[in-house]
């Protein structure tokens, strides 16, 4: 019996020296994760300080809504209908003012309209009599709600309009429903619409007038950004790839910077559709062409792929003999310079807002680069060299050729919208000089044409 009762003794000691072993360490890793916790919320707040602003813009504007029904002047004027206005404030309020506008204004027309509908839908069934009003409400909420939905379908009404379709049957279903039992329809329409009207309107004004945040600016500036980090790469590529010594330590953070882009097109297509809604604001105009920002942020994201496949033949273990390596090097070297040199001034453009004046000028260059290296291949290396040997400088040439195609669209696309949204004209009083790390921001004499109304 002392035999068999001595691994239970055992197992339960075990259990108890874990368990306080657990206990004692609980402070301690508490500790750790609250350390932690604060670490990744003081660099939330680093990357984007307008987040912490949007968020105190939020707490104001749900305050100013909530005073309803702090003072009894408000609340006798709308009663319990005031939480409408808190609620409207909660879903309506977007970090831009263009994703406030658009829920504002689909969630206010969207009320209004199918509060009309409502009241007009509970009058016609009215006039049917007792017997036939739960038959022409069931028939008309049947009606509307499965062709709103239908309608939810279309990719355009969709992606501008989808939450206040939402909104119209919901508000539609509630006023002709509960119009059956409650005979004070008109009433419960008209608190439902002014109290969303004054929901969304202290948003929209709190959004607006206190640090606003313009999603066309947001857009203007990635696609731009987007750019220069494929310029980036290209600029680093070419010394690392053919081993080429570097004064000083290279920056190698360039590798990773490309990846964002090939992941941007959620982000471009949500920023776009939200500046469309967005009134004129510093140099972008009403009716600005945010449509020709998807157009090259799509041709980016296109030469960002070819780059991806670039990437890979940096860490490749397939070497190309040295040989073979040497000989294509400098036609690959001035090739993916001058592309470089294109796209920062693409970038350069874009975020300035000037029309680019030697973009064409270094395509033209790395094209005839490309045209040079494609030669030396077929002629010289194809007799010298094994064609296992060569199958990767092939690769690599063949895409470094892409990646100038792809420039040239992009500069196509860039010059298509400095000509639509008037970017101002640039005249360069000499050859624009660039370091090996960054953007050297040219001299430029910049004539300002007359302003002009921006084409629809």
Same mark, same amino acid.
């Given at each position: 019996?002392?035999?068999?009762?001595?691994?239970?003794?055992?197992?339960?000691?075990?259990?108890?020296?874990?368990?306080?072993?657990?206990?004692?360490?609980?402070?301690?890793?508490?500790?750790?994760?609250?350390?932690?916790?604060?670490?990744?919320?003081?660099?939330?707040?680093?990357?984007?300080?307008?987040?912490?602003?949007?968020?105190?813009?939020?707490?104001?504007?749900?305050?100013?809504?909530?005073?309803?029904?702090?003072? $009894? *002047?408000?609340?006798? %004027?709308?009663? /319990?209908?005031?939480?409408?206005?808190?609620? @409207?404030? &909660?879903?309506? +309020?977007?970090?831009?003012?263009?994703?406030?506008?658009?829920?504002?204004?689909?969630?206010?027309?969207?009320?209004?309209?199918?509060?009309?509908?409502?009241?007009?839908?509970?009058?016609?069934?009215?006039?049917?009599?007792?017997?036939? $009003? *739960?038959?022409?409400? %069931?028939?008309? /909420?049947?009606?509307?709600?499965?062709?709103? @939905?239908? &309608?939810?379908? +279309?990719?355009?009404?969709?992606?501008?309009?989808?939450?206040?379709?939402?909104?119209?049957?919901?508000?539609?279903?509630?006023?002709?429903?509960?119009?059956?039992?409650?005979?004070?329809?008109?009433?419960?329409?008209?608190?439902?619409?002014?109290?969303?009207?004054? %929901?969304?309107?202290?948003?929209?004004?709190?959004?607006?007038?206190?640090?606003?945040?313009?999603?066309?600016?947001?857009?203007?500036?990635?696609?731009?950004?987007?750019?220069?980090?494929?310029?980036?790469?290209?600029?680093?590529?070419?010394?690392?790839?053919?081993?080429?010594?570097?004064?000083?330590?290279?920056?190698?953070?360039?590798?990773?910077?490309?990846?964002?882009?090939?992941?941007?097109?959620?982000?471009?297509?949500?920023?776009?559709?939200?500046?469309?809604?967005?009134?004129?604001?510093?140099?972008?105009?009403?009716?600005?062409?945010?449509?020709?920002?998807?157009?090259?942020?799509?041709?980016?994201?296109?030469?960002?792929?070819?780059?991806?496949?670039?990437?890979?033949?940096?860490?490749?273990?397939?070497?190309?003999?040295?040989?073979?390596?040497?000989?294509?090097?400098?036609?690959?070297?001035?090739?993916?310079?001058?592309?470089?040199?294109?796209?920062?001034?693409?970038?350069?453009?874009?975020?300035?807002?000037?029309?680019?004046?030697?973009?064409?000028?270094?395509?033209?260059?790395?094209?005839?680069?490309?045209?040079?290296?494609?030669?030396?291949?077929?002629?010289?290396?194809?007799?010298?060299?094994?064609?296992?040997?060569?199958?990767?400088?092939?690769?690599?040439?063949?895409?470094?050729?892409?990646?100038?195609?792809?420039?040239?669209?992009?500069?196509?696309?860039?010059?298509?919208?400095?000509?639509?949204?008037?970017?101002?004209?640039?005249?360069?009083?000499?050859?624009?000089?660039?370091?090996?790390?960054?953007?050297?921001?040219?001299?430029?004499?910049?004539?300002?044409?007359?302003?002009?109304?921006?084409?629809?």
């Amino acid at each position: 019996m002392e035999m068999a009762s001595q691994p239970v003794d055992n197992r339960k000691e075990g259990i108890i020296s874990r368990a306080w072993h657990c206990l004692k360490s609980l402070p301690g890793k508490s500790m750790s994760k609250f350390i932690e916790l604060a670490k990744k919320t003081k660099k939330l707040g680093q990357d984007d300080p307008r987040r912490i602003i949007h968020s105190l813009k939020v707490g104001l504007a749900i305050t100013l809504v909530s005073l309803f029904y702090y003072f $009894e *002047p408000l609340y006798d %004027g709308f009663g /319990v209908s005031a939480m409408w206005a808190v609620l @409207t404030v &909660v879903v309506v +309020f977007e970090f831009s003012v263009g994703g406030t506008l658009s829920r504002g204004l689909n969630r206010g027309l969207a009320t209004f309209l199918a509060a009309g509908l409502g009241f007009g839908a509970h009058h016609l069934a009215n006039l049917s009599g007792k017997l036939g $009003e *739960p038959i022409l409400l %069931g028939l008309f /909420v049947f009606l509307l709600a499965s062709t709103v @939905t239908f &309608v939810r379908f +279309f990719p355009r009404m969709k992606a501008r309009y989808d939450y206040g379709l939402l909104i119209f049957i919901l508000t539609f279903c509630l006023i002709s429903v509960s119009g059956y039992r409650d005979d004070e329809v008109w009433h419960m329409a008209h608190m439902r619409v002014s109290t969303i009207l004054i %929901g969304g309107f202290t948003a929209v004004c709190v959004c607006i007038l206190i640090f606003p945040v313009w999603a066309g600016t947001d857009l203007h500036n990635l696609v731009a950004n987007n750019i220069d980090k494929l310029a980036n790469f290209l600029e680093g590529f070419g010394p690392l790839y053919f081993q080429i010594p570097q004064d000083g330590e290279m920056d190698m953070t360039f590798l990773e910077g490309y990846k964002c882009v090939l992941n941007s097109k959620q982000t471009e297509e949500s920023l776009a559709n939200f500046a469309r809604w967005e009134p004129g604001h510093g140099q972008f105009r009403f009716r600005h062409p945010w449509k020709q920002y998807l157009k090259i942020g799509s041709l980016t994201r296109n030469c960002a792929y070819r780059i991806e496949a670039l990437n890979g033949y940096l860490n490749t273990e397939t070497k190309i003999p040295e040989e073979i390596r040497g000989k294509m090097q400098d036609a690959c070297i001035n090739m993916s310079s001058e592309a470089v040199k294109a796209l920062k001034e693409l970038a350069f453009s874009i975020q300035t807002m000037t029309k680019p004046c030697s973009a064409n000028s270094h395509i033209t260059k790395s094209k005839i680069a490309a045209k040079n290296l494609k030669s030396l291949l077929s002629a010289s290396l194809c007799k010298e060299t094994e064609i296992l040997d060569l199958i990767p400088a092939v690769t690599v040439a063949s895409l470094l050729v892409d990646v100038v195609a792809c420039t040239e669209k992009i500069a196509e696309s860039v010059q298509e919208l400095a000509s639509i949204a008037k970017f101002n004209s640039v005249k360069p009083k000499k050859a624009p000089s660039r370091s090996s790390s960054r953007i050297s921001e040219p001299e430029h004499v910049i004539t300002i044409h007359q302003p002009s109304s921006l084409p629809e």
